[in-house]
């Protein structure tokens, strides 16, 4: 009788194992408790992180382990676990701090935290990938509130899997007695679908200049919405201190609509949206920064330190879920002129109280120029603006691919937008152009006698200006200074030109012509160069034949240099194997260096040459040729042709600057990338590459930048909306089918809501088996029982008396799930045609050259 009481509760418990396996909270709470962080027993509450509020909702407990900071402005961070592996949305939030020690907090989620331990100095960043904010709140600020049905989604396959709690201490005075602080957030969360998603668009200036004294500086910002509607019911604004005012805008039919408007220097937490804004189709979404530069002594740019300033207006925005898209960003200004009508009040300050200004700043204050203000950002938070459904695509309707051109060796953007090539006219690099000792072997030709450097209109290829006639052998890299001057290298002469824009003859020289070395006169095949825009410092990678970066000071004078030649085995650090491109991010002090047959990228410290960083990808093969850097976080790369036996494709690489992550990639639509050998990126994410075999220069575009055309067809015009990454895509094909996008997203819907009803039937069905089978056991244990004991049943098992002494059991498991909406919130070629590059020769096969 006992191995058949056994036997029972062996099936009862698989039985309850699979019930409770139907997605209920209480399923991970148990795994989730087993790796929780110990915690301070001061902290009220967190031994319970987790709380289950029935069968489909919980509250997770994010709190402070209970920490004690040392000095005051200081960001302290900390990530908890999404206890759950499904979907689920965050529907409301419980904010714990006192304003007595708490400046702000912010609720980052994200993937992968910049840390594992129990908590950590912000200073180290708060995720490794892209995070988005969720919550904020700050002193004298209200709490954000989430619209009944509304959420955020998390978790499941697109959802972030952590949360990261950044809190900034400001006055420790609080803290003489040593007490720990467990400040932070309760989260509501459910796995009942919202029919409303919340996501959030950051609306950022990346390009203001603030000159000292100046009493007021405008930093427009404007980007039309080609996208479903969306409605508004949050804002945050966030200035460092020079900022007076932020103010955002729906702008429809030229009529403007006030978002939210406020003082950046007041607590810097969400703000409700006084009276409901849609926004729709073609709307234009506006903001303007009011800085004013008086009390600088030099000019202040944007940036992430305390003597830089930011402009960002942040807008919490919900969309139905079909339609939902969690992030959108805006960093250009697409139609300066709008901003001669912008309201009077955008232009106002908004006066904020000495005490309130101090509270805001923290307590904490030296001189504001060498201390860090407690309105830094975050590393979090400024990486943030990097958009996930972010994709360019080739302007196939960009006549620039049909030019007559050579071998395109250099690509730049001048002073105003416009595109500068540099190429090699009727001279081609191949395998009699050097001797073993890299000495030009073609000097009977002459120097190219076409214009070598020409000015294209980017949008229809016009040609506005060329010249270079007569001057170089066999062109490579250009970059063009702030001051609209070219900067060149020839790998025949090996040496490095500054041009005048209308000069013919060069404004300086440096290397010896003709002659290759390695001192510090003289280069061996240069190949890049870029010039610092703050100190005019000049930095030449040097080259094919040498391994080194080499600094010059503005009028030509040696500084230093490094690098050296890869070692066998992996390329450590500062070794280079043909640094082969430069980029100079000036927002973060930092060169790049496309590390070409490492097939890598390296950044260094300007001015000091001290290694920061590799960023390398498997999708970049054995090489990569070139990089650039567009202000607002974004690195552009190209790399080369597969070796035989080797898949990576040859393609454009699209990345976050600040973790290395590939964020999209890109191929042309008409021919193919052969060699593509230089890369060029403007603020506003268009994308030129120019490739040395095919020669010519492609021209790509992000997809939300792609305009709304009119096109007619049959008599009929029709709007061809191209957006991006939606669930729609709605294009006109020459014979149009009567498809309406909208009729079949609700076509998709229907669809989806009839797969989720077979779900729930076949999970119903499979929960109700092992019932069945306990059921016919039991019959079957009673039926022997009455055979084999004459018909005594006095130890039959009764289900309903068992399950009710069970420990632990209750009723509860069984009641009603609830419906309702919740009240709160990735050939061959073997590089011999057309084009030799010399390099140094690696294991077999030899890399291509360029």
């Known amino acids: 009788m006992a191995g058949l009481v056994?036997?029972?509760?062996?099936?009862?418990?698989?039985?309850?194992?699979?019930?409770?396996?139907?997605?209920?909270?209480?399923?991970?709470?148990?795994?989730?408790?087993?790796?929780?962080?110990?915690?301070?027993?001061?902290?009220?509450?967190?031994?319970?992180?987790?709380?289950?509020?029935?069968?489909?909702?919980?509250?997770?407990?994010?709190?402070?382990?209970?920490?004690?900071?040392?000095?005051?402005?200081?960001?302290?961070?900390?990530?908890v676990p999404l206890p759950v592996d499904d979907e689920a949305y965050v529907v409301d939030?419980?904010?714990?701090?006192?304003?007595?020690?708490?400046?702000?907090?912010?609720?980052?989620?994200?993937?992968?935290?910049?840390?594992?331990?129990?908590?950590?100095?912000?200073?180290?960043?708060?995720?490794?990938?892209?995070?988005?904010?969720?919550?904020?709140?700050?002193?004298?600020?209200?709490?954000?509130?989430?619209?009944?049905?509304?959420?955020?989604?998390?978790?499941?396959?697109?959802?972030?899997?952590?949360?990261?709690?950044?809190?900034?201490?400001?006055?420790?005075?609080?803290?003489r007695d040593k007490h720990k602080d467990c400040s932070g957030v309760t989260l509501h969360l459910t796995h009942q679908k919202q029919p409303l998603i919340a996501g959030m668009y950051l609306m950022m200036s990346v390009n203001t200049v603030i000159p000292p004294g100046e009493k007021v500086v405008d930093a427009d910002i404007a980007c039309h919405y080609k996208r479903f509607p969306m409605h508004l019911f949050a804002y945050r604004v966030h200035t460092h201190r020079l900022g007076k005012v932020v103010s955002g805008y729906r702008v429809r039919n030229g009529q403007w609509t006030l978002i939210g408007r406020q003082s950046p220097q007041l607590p810097q937490a969400f703000y409700p949206v006084e009276h409901p804004v849609d926004v729709s189709y073609d709307d234009i979404l506006a903001a303007r920064c009011v800085f004013s530069g008086e009390g600088r002594t030099t000019e202040t740019h944007i940036g992430g330190t305390a003597n830089d300033e930011m402009c960002n207006f942040y807008i919490m925005y919900y969309m139905e879920a079909k339609h939902a898209v969690s992030y959108m960003t805006c960093t250009q200004n697409a139609n300066p002129e709008m901003f001669r009508n912008i309201p009077q009040e955008a232009n106002i300050p908004i006066p904020v109280k000495p005490d309130m200004l101090k509270m805001t700043h923290g307590h904490h204050e030296e001189s504001k120029d060498t201390v860090k203000s407690s309105l830094q950002l975050s590393r979090g938070e400024e990486e943030e603006i990097l958009d996930q459904d972010f994709h360019i695509e080739e302007?196939?309707?960009?006549?620039?691919l049909d030019l007559k051109?050579?071998?395109?060796?250099?690509?730049?953007?001048?002073?105003?937008?416009?595109?500068?090539i540099f190429h090699r006219g009727d001279h081609v690099w191949d395998e009699n152009s050097f001797d073993s000792k890299f000495v030009y072997q073609q000097r009977g030709l002459g120097p190219i006698e076409q214009n070598t450097i020409?000015?294209?209109?980017?949008?229809?290829?016009?040609?506005?200006?060329?010249?270079?006639?007569?001057?170089?052998?066999?062109?490579?890299?250009?970059?063009?200074?702030?001051?609209?001057?070219?900067?060149?290298?020839?790998?025949?002469?090996?040496?490095?030109?500054?041009?005048?824009?209308?000069?013919?003859?060069?404004?300086?020289?440096?290397?010896?012509?003709?002659?290759?070395?390695?001192?510090?006169?003289?280069?061996?095949?240069?190949?890049?160069?870029?010039?610092?825009?703050?100190?005019?410092?000049?930095?030449?990678?040097?080259?094919?034949?040498?391994?080194?970066?080499?600094?010059?000071?503005?009028?030509?004078?040696?500084?230093?240099?490094?690098?050296?030649?890869?070692?066998?085995?992996?390329?450590?650090?500062?070794?280079?194997?043909?640094?082969?491109?430069?980029?100079?991010?000036?927002?973060f002090s930092q060169l790049c260096v496309?590390?070409?047959?490492?097939?890598?990228?390296?950044?260094?410290?300007?001015?000091?040459?001290?290694?920061?960083?590799?960023?390398?990808?498997?999708?970049?093969?054995?090489?990569?040729?070139?990089?650039?850097?567009?202000?607002?976080?974004?690195?552009?790369?190209?790399?080369?042709?597969?070796?035989?036996?080797?898949?990576?494709?040859?393609?454009?690489?699209?990345?976050?600057?600040?973790?290395?992550?590939?964020?999209?990639?890109?191929?042309?639509?008409?021919?193919?990338?052969?060699?593509?050998?230089?890369?060029?990126?403007?603020?506003?994410?268009?994308?030129?590459?120019?490739?040395?075999?095919?020669?010519?220069?492609?021209?790509?575009?992000?997809?939300?930048?792609?305009?709304?055309r009119s096109v007619k067809k049959a008599g009929i015009e029709v709007q061809e909306i191209k957006e991006l990454e939606t669930v729609v895509e709605a294009r006109l094909k020459n014979n149009p089918e009567p498809t309406d996008p909208l009729k079949k997203q609700e076509k998709q819907h229907l669809v989806r809501q009839a797969s989720t009803g077979v779900?729930?039937?076949?999970?119903?069905?499979?929960?109700?088996?092992?019932?069945?089978?306990?059921?016919?056991?039991?019959?079957?244990?009673?039926?022997?029982?009455?055979?084999?004991?004459?018909?005594?049943?006095?130890?039959?098992?009764?289900?309903?008396?068992?399950?009710?002494?069970?420990?632990?059991?209750?009723?509860?498991?069984?009641?009603?799930?609830?419906?309702?909406?919740?009240?709160?919130e990735k050939d061959e070629d073997d590089g011999t045609d057309s084009e030799e590059e010399y390099s140094a020769p690696p294991p077999p096969p030899a890399p291509s050259s360029s």
């Open 759 to 824: 779900s729930f039937v076949l999970i119903t069905t499979l929960l109700i088996i092992p019932v069945v089978v306990l059921l016919a056991i039991l019959v079957f244990i009673r039926w022997r029982k009455t055979t084999v004991y004459g018909g005594k049943g006095g130890g039959g098992l009764n289900l309903g008396n068992f399950f009710a002494s069970h420990k632990g059991y209750s009723r509860k498991g069984f009641d009603r799930l609830s419906t309702e909406g919740s009240d709160q």
């Open 405 to 420: 051109l050579g071998q395109v060796s250099g690509l730049a953007l001048d002073l105003e937008n416009n595109l500068v």
């Open 395 to 400: 302007v196939v309707e960009w006549p620039g």
């Open 93 to 175: 939030f419980k904010p714990h701090a006192s304003m007595d020690t708490v400046h702000h907090m912010l609720l980052f989620g994200c993937n992968e935290p910049s840390s594992t331990e129990n908590y950590w100095d912000c200073d180290e960043g708060t995720c490794k990938d892209k995070s988005n904010i969720l919550y904020a709140w700050a002193r004298n600020a209200p709490p954000t509130r989430l619209p009944k049905g509304v959420g955020f989604r998390v978790g499941g396959e697109t959802g972030g899997k952590f949360f990261v709690l950044q809190v900034h201490y400001g006055d420790i005075s609080a803290f």
């Open 594 to 708: 496309a590390d070409r047959e490492n097939g890598r990228i390296q950044c260094f410290r300007l001015g000091t040459g001290e290694f920061v960083r590799e960023i390398k990808h498997k999708s970049f093969g054995r090489e990569l040729f070139a990089v650039s850097y567009a202000p607002g976080g974004l690195l552009f790369a190209v790399n080369g042709m597969p070796y035989p036996g080797e898949a990576e494709p040859v393609q454009g690489f699209v990345m976050n600057f600040s973790t290395g992550e590939i964020i999209d990639t890109f191929i042309p639509l008409r021919k193919s990338f052969e060699m593509p050998h230089d890369i060029v990126a403007s603020e506003d994410k268009t994308v030129f590459v120019g490739d040395v075999h095919a020669r010519t220069v492609w021209k790509f575009a992000s997809t939300e930048k792609m305009e709304h």
């Open 454 to 587: 020409l000015v294209l209109n980017p949008s229809t290829a016009k040609l506005l200006h060329s010249t270079g006639k007569s001057l170089f052998y066999l062109p490579h890299g250009l970059s063009i200074d702030k001051n609209g001057n070219y900067w060149v290298t020839d790998v025949a002469l090996h040496q490095v030109f500054k041009l005048g824009a209308d000069v013919k003859e060069p404004l300086l020289t440096l290397g010896v012509a003709l002659q290759p070395g390695s001192d510090k006169n003289h280069f061996c095949q240069p190949t890049d160069v870029a010039v610092d825009p703050i100190t005019g410092s000049i930095y030449v990678s040097d080259g094919y034949c040498n391994s080194r970066i080499i600094q010059f000071s503005p009028n030509g004078l040696y500084i230093m240099q490094w690098g050296e030649e890869t070692s066998l085995g992996r390329a450590r650090p500062g070794q280079f194997h043909i640094p082969h491109s430069l980029a100079l991010i000036p927002d």
């Open 6 to 79: 056994n036997n029972l509760l062996i099936l009862f418990l698989v039985f309850q194992n699979n019930c409770l396996a139907f997605r209920s909270p209480l399923s991970v709470f148990k795994r989730y408790k087993d790796a929780t962080r110990s915690l301070s027993s001061e902290c009220l509450g967190s031994d319970r992180p987790v709380i289950s509020l029935g069968l489909s909702d919980f509250a997770l407990d994010i709190r402070m382990p209970g920490v004690t900071p040392k000095q005051s402005d200081t960001y302290l961070c900390m990530s």
